[in-house]
Each structure stands twice: as C-alpha cells, then as structure tokens.
C-alpha cells in the first residue's frame, strides 16, 4: 500500500515537472558560415539553417538584446576590425550598426547584453574578460556600448 501511495505520488510529481518543461529556440553559428536553430527540447533536431552574409571577415558570437527580443546581434572580426552586425534570423542577411574603434585582440571571443543596461559586453581570450561601466571603458576593448 505504501508503494502504491508512493508510486502515485511520483507519478502526480512527474507530471508536474512535465508542464513545467519550457522548449526555446536556440541559435548558433557553425564554421561553415551557416546559421542554424534548433529547439532546446530537441537539439539534435534542426529547425532552420541558412547562409550567412554581409559579415566582413568572420563571425566570432551571437546574442539577442533583452530590450529586443526579435532582434539577433553579431560580432564579426576582420583582421582585428569589430563590427556590430544586426542579423536577420529568416535570411541570415548581417547588417551592420557600429564598428568598433579598438582593435579586437584574442583567439576566442564572447558576447553577451546587460539585461539591465541593455548594453553589449565582449569578451576575448587568452584570459582577457572585461567588465566594465559605460563611463569608464577598459583600456584595451571597448566591452560596453549602448545599441
């Protein structure tokens, strides 16, 4: 009898956790210049793939601004020139919204929005990540801009 409560229980708590289980969407870059999504319930599963263009040189991250939602950011890098780009998610056509005005130095790169600020952060490696208030810009990167 107590198994059985048990059991029931389980069950009762499972089925819980099953409508709390929230599928998003998820965006990636591959090396081959591809644009691919897929859903985080299912990720061996494509969604959508397509080319990238209008990025000059290579891009190095993604990542969607809080204030807009819809509305993919990337930063490329060509030959140590950082450009802003804003991407469209149907086409894979980068436009870009502002270069930077400090060489980009560093083998791996991050980029990541401020939900609060809403102001876009770099990071580069070797061991370079920056944190740093709009007023007071690192020496060596620009990692906060307001978009």
């Known amino acids: 009898m107590k198994i059985a409560r048990i059991a029931g229980l389980l069950a009762a708590l ?4 099953a409508g709390l289980v929230r599928a998003d969407p998820v965006y990636a ?8 999504s897929f859903d ?4 061996g599963a494509l969604s959508s793939s397509v080319s990238l263009s209008g990025v000059a ?5 993604i990542d969607f601004r809080p204030a807009a939602p819809d509305t993919l950011y990337g930063l490329g890098n060509n ?16 436009a870009p919204v502002y270069t930077l005005t400090t060489a980009l130095a ?7 929005f401020n939900p609060v600020q809403t102001r876009c952060a770099f990071s580069a490696t070797p061991a370079r990540t920056f944190a740093s208030q709009a ?13």
Do not use: C, E, K
């Open 57 to 61: 040189g290579s891009l190095v991250g």
């Open 40 to 43: 985080s319930s299912s990720p």
């Open 29 to 36: 870059t591959t090396s081959g210049g591809q644009l691919i």
């Open 14 to 17: 499972l089925s819980l956790h």
């Open 106 to 112: 560093g083998t791996s790169f991050g980029v990541d």
């Open 79 to 94: 030959g140590g020139v950082g450009t802003i780009y804003s991407i469209n998610r149907v086409t894979g056509v980068a």
């Open 135 to 147: 007023s007071q810009p690192a020496p060596s990167l620009p990692m906060w801009m307001a978009l």
